[in-house]
């Protein structure tokens, strides 16, 4: 099982990786996702992991899905659940708390669009 410095590790690599293949600086993927270039750099080490909503953020600016984010290079899941079924129970628990967050916050969005 991986562990929880493996999985930001993964998803550092991942981010730097979706920003250098756009062309953009630390400080564009900073201001495209509303979090400092020191937060961008911290994350991409490995060093920091995102908060929820700096997910969510991380995600639209990439234009993909917040799972999207976790997955290790060369992996191609049937579902995006399958990608976190080799880490550890608690960094799973983390994921699925955060993919509850964001699944909420799409409901909250298209229920106050609909009015």
Same mark, same amino acid.
């Given at each position: ?15 730097? #990786? ?11 993927? #900073? ?34 899905? $917040? ?23 608690? $960094?799973?628990?983390? $994921? ?20």
């Amino acid at each position: 099982m991986k562990t929880e410095q493996e999985l930001r590790k993964i998803f550092g690599n991942k981010v730097s #990786a979706l920003r250098g293949r756009r062309g953009w600086s630390q400080e564009e993927l #900073a201001e495209r996702a509303g979090v400092s270039r020191n937060t961008i750099s911290d994350i991409e080490k490995g060093d920091k992991f995102a908060r929820p909503k700096t997910l969510v953020n991380l995600a639209k600016a990439f234009e993909t899905e $917040v799972y999207e984010l976790f997955k290790p290079k060369g992996v191609l899941p049937d579902k995006p659940i399958d990608i976190f079924a080799e880490y550890n129970e608690k $960094v799973r628990e983390k $994921v699925e708390e955060i993919g509850n967050i964001y699944i909420e916050k799409m409901k909250k969005s298209k229920f106050s669009r609909s009015k």
